[in-house]
């Protein structure tokens, strides 16, 4: 079974900058794909950055030039580094994987960008 964990979240001043973690632990293959989503209050949960098959990375326009998702070297752990943060930006993140037809959510983390 895989599970997904993130953190990293937490309260943050306009224009500041976050680092958000997806630890991932269980059977993962080589064919994995990772993604970030968000869900602001009231609102419907996005997608903010993704992996494609071709290993590139999407973004949102929104969030363009200021998000960057990345994995470190092991690949058991995604990343979102996050700049210039914007008080729209508030909302839970979550990480998903995609492995062999099936997904996977992490529980979310709080981020917060005050004015």
């Known amino acids: 079974q895989v599970q997904l964990v993130e953190s990293g979240g937490g309260l943050v001043q306009a224009g500041g900058s976050l680092r958000l973690s997806c630890a991932v632990s269980?059977?993962?293959?080589?064919?994995?794909?990772m993604a970030w989503f968000r869900q602001a209050p009231g609102k419907q949960r996005q997608w903010v950055a993704l992996t494609t098959g071709g290993g590139s990375i999407n973004y949102v326009d929104n969030v363009k030039g200021r998000f960057t998702l990345s994995r470190d070297n092991a690949k058991n752990t995604a990343y979102l580094e996050m700049k210039s943060l914007k008080p729209e930006d508030t909302a839970v993140y979550y990480c998903?994987?995609?492995?062999?037809?099936?997904?996977?959510w992490g529980q979310g983390t709080q981020v917060t960008v005050s004015s």
């Open positions: 269980g059977s993962i293959s080589e064919d994995n794909r």
């Open positions: 998903r994987l995609i492995q062999s037809g099936q997904e996977y």
